[in-house]
């Protein structure tokens, strides 16, 4: 099967560019394909990138498909789509008219709760690029921390205090941790001054594989309650997953929401309802995301 040329727009962003690759690369597991990024970051305004996105695609092979994340490259994204006649898919909901583009896969917490029109596809959360469980044994325990945001505060020492207690509980496997670019500074260094247990990998040096290949391995992740993006890609990797505590400055807002309807479910386990004992509750199931829309892309706008 000749493979599908796919081009992927990115502003980038790492979460965009996450979301994107996922979808590639779930696609790439249904069909050979071939990706090829075309690079608009830190440009200003559209018309410039326009430009550059033209530019680059000179000396690229004619695409089959465009995916693209961020405001940035709706513009470009569409501009691209209509010249060479084929299908774009827009990972999240737009600000420009979701009928401009083939397909927009939107997370549903974002929907508000509104029914979504026949194009856009309602998804558990943002793709990743977590690759799905491939059955061999898991052993040790990753601890994903976000930092202060729109949604929420940062308290570090209930943070702290709650990663010593999990690690004292499980102290006969390994811990790892990382910190993201929200972390206040010094948050890794305080950490494994108080629990010394813990191996610590700054966002900063870590690739671009390394969080995959490390929700692959472990056996529970914790998750501080702002990130919601690695609270789903924890769910997409077949661990446990508990919800380590920050204050929430917006009770109603979609990410408390999201959270909220998660730890109901019984996808996630909150610090609080947390014991030594018990352990992490198992999820009801896998979050395979990428691979369903993977599906649902090909069936409706790559001929076959």
Not at 24 to 30: F, W
Not at 182 to 211: F, I, M, N, Q
Not at 262 to 284: C, I, K, M, Q
Request: proline share 9%; hydrophobic share 40%.
């Amino acid at each position: 099967m000749t493979p599908l040329e796919i081009h992927v727009l990115s502003d980038g962003k790492p979460g965009h560019e996450n979301q994107s690759y996922g979808l590639a690369e779930a696609i790439g597991r249904l069909r050979p394909v071939t990706t090829s990024k075309i690079h608009l970051a830190g440009l200003r305004g559209p018309f410039s990138r326009l430009k550059k996105a033209f530019k680059e695609t000179e000396h690229l092979p004619k695409p089959q498909l465009l995916i693209g994340a961020g405001h940035a490259v709706h513009p470009a994204l569409l501009a691209l789509s209509r010249t060479n006649d084929v299908p774009c898919v827009l990972l999240m909901k737009p600000t420009l008219p979701a009928a401009l583009f083939d397909l927009c896969l939107v997370p549903e917490h974002d929907l508000e709760g509104r029914d979504p029109q026949d194009h856009v596809i309602p998804t558990i959360g943002a793709l990743n690029r977590v690759i799905p469980p491939d059955g061999r044994p898991r052993h040790g325990g990753l601890i994903l921390l976000g930092g202060p945001s729109s949604s929420h505060g940062w308290d570090a020492a209930a943070v702290e205090t709650a990663i010593c207690a999990i690690i004292a509980a499980g102290k006969d496997r390994p811990w790892r941790v990382t910190d993201s670019r929200r972390s206040p500074a010094g948050t890794l260094d305080s950490l494994t001054k108080t629990c010394p247990a813990v191996a610590a990998y700054p966002h900063g040096e870590t690739g671009r594989d390394w969080l995959p290949q490390m929700l692959a391995e472990a056996a529970e992740v914790w998750v501080t309650e702002d990130s919601i993006s690695m609270i789903y890609e924890a769910l997409s990797s077949g661990a446990k997953v508990g919800l380590l505590p920050v204050p929430a400055t917006k009770k109603a807002g979609r990410v408390a929401r999201g959270v909220e309807r998660l730890a109901n479910e019984g996808f996630v386990t909150r610090f609080a309802d947390w014991s030594p004992g018990a352990g992490l509750a198992e999820p009801p199931q896998v979050l395979r995301e990428a691979d369903r829309c993977a599906s649902i892309v090909l069936k409706r706008l790559i001929p076959s």
